[in-house]
């Protein structure tokens, strides 16, 4: 191996867990405004399924991931805020993350505070920065304030952890949901103030028991096509759905009359990327996300190694719901 060679899992051709291999690149200095990164963990994230599967097509052979943390080894010209040395770590276009180095824009790689180990820097980038988003600028018309009930789906998983126990900091009443009931315990122990097994039982019933009859003023669903219909049925009037996932299928195509049936209420698609749209954007929300990490009322739940090689096995039991909280791949 030469100092730049770095094995990275690639995939030639869209499809299954078994299209990814592990292949080595050569990778080279950092242009103007780029930084090279050593991983130390890599987090996995649902988005790289869909990127694998094809449902959301990029050009190929591509190199997976879209977080990690590391040490910058070099830093491209430009670059003020990062230096060789600095332990860093990031949510990011374009996708290669999984790899044990890489070239990558320093636009939205962040100095990683020293109490936060990089497993957990790998784990909460993409995953915190979407549940800081989520809960802070998404707002309902009326306004989003302590005692309001939310409705979050898989709140056991990467995100949904996170957004539990950061909803509850900000005084939300979040109702959860699960696929099992010990997802449902776990999310109760991380700040939800209800659970709801959705496999077994009917959320949005449950969810107007809940408030009384009234519904949520906002639903945060990634689950999509499974959810989309119970999750309209679960809003207050004027209430919104912010729809950010399709973990179970696209949501299908609707007619906006739904929605005047539904309690006049709002559906929003969104996407991180959005919201990261400059640098000082990037580090304003980063920073918020390191204060609750930093300050206890978020604690990060890495409860999935795998090494970079198994990488296979860790999308299959992503994808199969096996997985609470989040996982990252150690190169
Ligand atoms: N738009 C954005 O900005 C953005 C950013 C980050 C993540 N996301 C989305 O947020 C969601 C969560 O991401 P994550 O990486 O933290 O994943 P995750 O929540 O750890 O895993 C996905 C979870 O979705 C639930 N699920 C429901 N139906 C499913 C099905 N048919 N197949 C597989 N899973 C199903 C499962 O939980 P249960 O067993 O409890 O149902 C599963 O554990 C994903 O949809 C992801 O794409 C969106």
């Known amino acids: 191996m030469t100092p730049h060679s770095s094995r990275a899992v690639r995939i030639e051709h869209t499809g299954g867990p078994e299209q990814m291999q592990l292949v080595t690149l050569e990778v080279g200095a950092p242009g103007p405004g780029e930084v090279r990164i050593r991983h130390h963990a890599i987090g996995l994230n649902f988005i790289d399924v869909y990127q694998r599967s094809g449902l959301y097509p990029l050009p190929l052979p591509l190199t997976l991931g879209m977080e990690g943390a590391g040490v910058i080894e070099a830093v491209g010209a430009g670059v003020t805020h990062l230096q060789v040395g600095d332990r860093a770590a990031y949510a990011s276009q374009p996708p290669g993350s999984y790899c044990e180095q890489r070239l990558l824009p320093a636009t939205h790689v962040c100095r990683l505070p020293d109490s936060i180990a990089f497993e957990e820097g790998a ?4 995953k915190g920065l979407t549940a800081q988003y989520l809960l802070r600028h998404c707002k309902p018309v009326e306004g989003l304030e302590a005692g309001d009930f939310v409705l979050f789906h898989a709140a056991a998983g990467g995100v949904g952890l996170i957004a539990c126990q950061w909803a509850r900091a900000l005084g939300l009443q979040l109702i959860a949901t699960a696929g099992t009931d010990e997802k449902c315990a776990l999310a109760l122990a991380n700040g939800a103030a209800h659970a709801i097994n959705y ?3 009917n959320f949005a019933a449950r969810v107007r028991e809940l408030t009384f009859g009234r519904g949520v003023k906002v639903v945060y669903d990634a689950v999509g096509k499974d959810t989309w219909e119970g999750s309209l049925d679960s809003l207050a009037p004027f209430g919104l759905l912010v729809s950010f996932g399709n973990a179970s299928g696209p949501v299908p195509p ?3 009359a739904l ?3 539904k309690g006049s209420v709002y559906v929003t698609r969104q996407t991180l990327f959005t919201h990261l749209s400059s640098r000082a954007r990037t580090q304003a929300m980063a920073d918020e996300l ?4 930093c300050s206890g009322a978020v604690k990060i739940h890495v409860e999935q190694r795998y090494p970079l090689a198994q990488v296979q096995q860790a999308h299959r039991a992503l994808e199969a719901r096996q ?4 996982t990252v791949l150690l190169p």
């Not at 784990?123 to 993409?126: E, F, G, I, K, T």
């Not at 390191?290 to 990490?293: D, H, L, P, R």
């Not at 997985?323 to 989040?326: I, L, M």
Request: glycine fraction near 4%; hydrophobic fraction near 65%.
């Open 199 to 201: 496999r077994r039982e």
């Open 323 to 326: 997985t609470v909280g989040s």
């Open 259 to 261: 929605l005047a049936a």
């Open 254 to 256: 609707f007619a906006p």
């Open 123 to 126: 784990a909460m980038m993409l």
């Open 290 to 293: 390191f204060a609750v990490v």
